[in-house]
């Protein structure tokens, strides 16, 4: 299914200059990332400050997300979940009949057993009627899987795929791709995108295809193609910008390019997010226009 393959450009959430949700820059955002290759989106992510909007603004970005990817005829993936279970099924039951997929995080800083994270899952694909795709990131939830839990987690009827971010390409990464489970396995730390798509993962989750999709798209069709040198010529040319963007925390510098090529009016985040040193917007910047021509376009 094209809902797990390829890029899905994970939206950041522009704000007007008094604080509200900018709906024109969001919606001309969404369209940007579609037309120039990027196969989905994902709203109400990390990289959206879902966290930091209301259940009336996250609302209104599910409705402007929703009415673009129907008009390209792409998928839409929703950001969802907590640490608590309750809480989880209530927003993912809210969000669902937006969505074509969920992705639901491991449950953070509680560390609750493995066999726990199993049945949180499975609760939550118990009560939606949309797949859902857990999103393991242990290096912020403080919660670690190992890879034969993560090859149960897969073995739910209700789970699609994985967002998989180790930070690594460690030993649990390597297990998971190697096991074949014949669920998809999307790469979501940007800088590993090359590596992980080259051990068999399906595609990737990327804040900064939001910036350059042309580029993303470019590399996942080499990836499609089995042409590893293009692949790892456009890697070693994305590097750059994934660390660049990521000098500060997310998505602030993002923001800040964004607003600069003009995709989004203006580059706000909220608190406790601050506003990124401008010469980490700069760099970023560089690091974009050093890009093959390809992954200018549209901009």
């Known amino acids: 299914m094209r809902l797990m393959h390829g890029i899905h450009a994970s939206l950041v959430t522009p704000f ?5 949700v ?28 879902a966290a930091m ?53 491991v449950p953070y800083y509680l560390r609750p057993s493995d066999e726990a994270v199993l049945d949180h899952f499975a609760a939550i694909g118990n009560a939606v009627d949309v797949p859902i795709l857990p999103y393991n990131i242990p290096y912020r939830t403080g919660k670690h899987l190992a890879a034969d839990t993560l090859v149960r987690l897969l073995s739910l009827g209700s789970v699609a795929g994985m967002k998989h971010c180790a930070g690594a390409i460690d030993r649990d990464t ?23 798509l080259q051990l068999g ?14 580029a993303w798209a470019a590399r996942a069709a080499a990836a499609g193609d089995g042409d590893a040198v293009r692949g790892l010529e456009l890697h070693n040319a994305l590097f750059p910008l994934a660390e660049a963007l990521y000098s500060e925390p997310a998505p602030a510098v993002l923001k800040g390019c964004l607003a600069e090529v003009g995709v989004i009016d203006e580059p706000a985040v909220r608190a406790p997010l601050l506003a ?19 992954a200018l376009e549209g901009v």
């Open 16 to 20: 007007t200059p008094s604080g509200e």
């Open 22 to 49: 900018d709906t024109a820059s969001l919606e001309r955002l969404a369209v940007h990332c579609l037309r120039n290759g990027a196969d989905g989106l994902v709203a109400l992510g990390t990289t959206g400050e």
């Open 53 to 105: 909007l209301s259940p009336a603004e996250q609302h209104t970005v599910l409705e402007v997300c929703r009415a673009v990817s129907i008009e390209h005829g792409t998928p839409l993936i929703a950001g969802a979940g907590t640490m608590c279970t309750a809480e989880s099924i209530r927003q993912a039951r809210e969000r669902a009949p937006l969505a074509d997929a969920l992705l639901v995080v």
């Open 174 to 196: 390597l297990a998971l791709l190697a096991t074949g489970t014949g669920k998809a396995v999307l790469a979501g730390d940007d800088a590993y995108v090359f590596p992980m």
């Open 201 to 214: 993962a399906a595609g990737a989750v990327a804040a900064s295809a939001c910036l350059a999709p042309a």
């Open 276 to 294: 990124p040193d401008p010469g980490s917007v700069s760099t970023a910047l560089a690091a974009f226009h050093a890009l093959p021509a390809l």
